[in-house]
């Protein structure tokens, strides 16, 4: 039973992705794009800031390294507060015609912030300890969360295309209800993000911070 609603739920993200599969390489696209910008930009940053910034990272590991105890829930609700938030303004401006460049920004800025943060690990670190501490800190919850985000920001795009195409009231209505509960489900996978980031994630780095 438990195998066969698996599959069911496989098969309908597999059915969801092939009928948006345009919209998703649009995305995903801008996505890249945003994670070369990141990387491009830590590339070319003067070496005062990122004298700057290294010194600050480097506190923070010591900082952590120091912490006998962490606030699991404090964090957890500032985590889930950040994701919702995210998922919330994705929704909102995925309603509205003018709203859609607003959507790309938002994933290109994702992708520039996850560039960013990887560059800057590996520059600083090095390629062995950085990929290290990147595994660590931000693999796990971004397997669901970047997914999540994109798909959510797929959805703003299809709504716009409906409303583009057929301006019927009633089916417009139909399309954003579609679009309210998908971003619900997609709100709840963020959630879930949100507590892989701060249980596994955060307790997996306690472990290993030692070495870094």
């Not at 480097?58 to 606030?71: A, P, R, T, Y």
């Not at 963020?190 to 780095?205: C, D, P, Q």
Request: some cysteine; overall charge positive.
């Amino acid at each position: 039973m438990r195998e066969k609603k698996q599959f069911k739920v496989l098969k309908i993200v597999k059915e969801h992705v092939l009928n948006n599969k345009k919209e998703y390489v649009i995305i995903f696209l801008i996505f890249v794009i945003g994670i070369f910008s990141g990387v491009f930009f830590i590339n070319h940053l003067q070496e005062t800031p990122k004298t700057e910034i290294t010194n600050y990272l480097n506190q923070f590991i010591e900082k952590f390294k120091g912490l006998e105890s962490v606030n699991n829930i404090e964090l957890l609700k500032n985590a889930m507060m950040k994701n919702i938030g995210l998922a919330i303004v994705i929704w909102f401006f995925g309603t509205t015609v003018i709203g859609i460049p607003i959507v790309f920004a938002i994933i290109l800025y994702r992708g520039f912030c996850l560039g960013y943060t990887i560059s800057l690990c590996i520059t600083i670190m090095g390629l062995g300890k950085g990929i290290s501490f990147i595994l660590v800190t931000l693999l796990l919850q971004n397997i669901l969360l970047i997914p999540a985000i994109l798909a959510l920001a797929v959805s703003g795009v299809k709504l716009y295309k409906s409303i583009v195409k057929d301006k019927t009231k009633e089916n417009v209505k139909i399309e954003i209800v579609r679009h309210t509960v998908f971003s619900i489900i997609m709100l709840l996978v963020l959630v879930i993000a949100s507590m892989v980031e701060i249980f596994m994630s955060t307790n997996l780095l306690k472990v290993v911070i030692k070495y870094f």
